[in-house]
C-alpha cells in the first residue's frame, strides 16, 4: 500500500521560517507535490520535486530526498495568510498523474 | 477561462436518494480528476479521465458510483442510493497530460451532506 507522514500542526509566528516534513512509502515512487489549501477553499499547487534536491519558488521551497523517502517544504517570512493547511502528495508511474495526498498539516501563523 | 468549476457548490439530500454533480475543467485540460475529501483529511482519488476514456477507478469507489466523461470536456459523478458514509467534499482536478505529472488545477468543490 502507500501511506504518507507529515505533523498534523504547526505553529509559527510571522515573518518566521517554518519546515513541513513528509515521509512516504510506495511503490513506483514518480514525484512529490506540494498543495496548500485553506479553510473552504480548493487545494492549491505549490511546488513538484520529480528529482532530489531544493526546488525554490519565492517564499517556498521544497526538497526531496528519494533514498530516504523524504521531502519538506519550507516557508520563509511568514505571513498571515499562510495560516492553511498544507499537504503532500505523491505521484506514481504509469498512474496517470493521479495524487496520493497525505493527511495534511495546519499551520498557524500568529502574529 | 477563469479555472475548474463545480456544481452545485452545496446538495443536502436524503439517505437513498441519487445526486449527480457536474465538473467543467480548464478547456486545455485533457485529464479530469475526482477526489473526495472529509474533514481533517487529504483529498482521496476516486477516478480519473484522460480525454473521455475513464482510466482508473479507486477500489473505494463502490458500485453505486458513476462517473462519465462525454466528448472529453465537462465530466459527471452520480452516486445512487446515497449513504450517510458518503458525506464529504467532492473535488474535481484537471490537468494537461505532458511527459510527466502536471500540477493539477481543483475546483471549489461540491459539498455534499447526507441526512
Known amino acids: 500500500g502507500q501511506s504518507l507522514e507529515q505533523p498534523s500542526e504547526v505553529t509559527a509566528v510571522e515573518g518566521a521560517i517554518v519546515q513541513i516534513n513528509c515521509t512516504y512509502q510506495?511503490?513506483?515512487?514518480?514525484?512529490l507535490s506540494w498543495y496548500q489549501q485553506h479553510d473552504g477553499g480548493a487545494p492549491t499547487f505549490l511546488s513538484y520535486?520529480?528529482?532530489?534536491g531544493l526546488e525554490e519558488t519565492g517564499r517556498f521551497s521544497s526538497f526531496l530526498s528519494r533514498s530516504d523517502s523524504y521531502g519538506y517544504l519550507l516557508l520563509q517570512e511568514l505571513q498571515m495568510k499562510d495560516s492553511a493547511s498544507y499537504f503532500c502528495?505523491?505521484?506514481?508511474?504509469?498512474?496517470?498523474?493521479?495524487?496520493?495526498f497525505g493527511q495534511g498539516t495546519e499551520l498557524s501563523v500568529k502574529p | 477561462d477563469t479555472g475548474v468549476s463545480q456544481n452545485p457548490r452545496h446538495k443536502i439530500t436524503k439517505r437513498g436518494q441519487n445526486v449527480t454533480f457536474r465538473c467543467d475543467p480548464i478547456s486545455e485540460h485533457n485529464r479530469l480528476y475526482w477526489y473526495r475529501q472529509t474533514l481533517g483529511q487529504g483529498p482521496e482519488f476516486l477516478t480519473y479521465?484522460?480525454?473521455?476514456?475513464?482510466?482508473?477507478k479507486s477500489r473505494l469507489l463502490s458500485d453505486r458510483f458513476s462517473a462519465e466523461r462525454p466528448k472529453g470536456s465537462f465530466s459527471t459523478l452520480e452516486i445512487q442510493r446515497t449513504e450517510q458514509g458518503d458525506s464529504a467534499m467532492y473535488l474535481c482536478?484537471?490537468?494537461?497530460?505532458?511527459?510527466?505529472?502536471?500540477?493539477?488545477?481543483f475546483g471549489p468543490g461540491t459539498r455534499l451532506t447526507v441526512l
Open positions: 482536478a484537471s490537468s494537461l497530460m505532458a511527459g510527466g505529472p502536471q500540477e493539477q488545477f
Open positions: 479521465f484522460q480525454n473521455e476514456a475513464q482510466l482508473e
Open positions: 502528495a505523491v505521484s506514481l508511474y504509469n498512474q496517470g498523474g493521479k495524487l496520493i
Open positions: 510506495t511503490s513506483g515512487f514518480y514525484g
Open positions: 520535486n520529480g528529482l532530489d
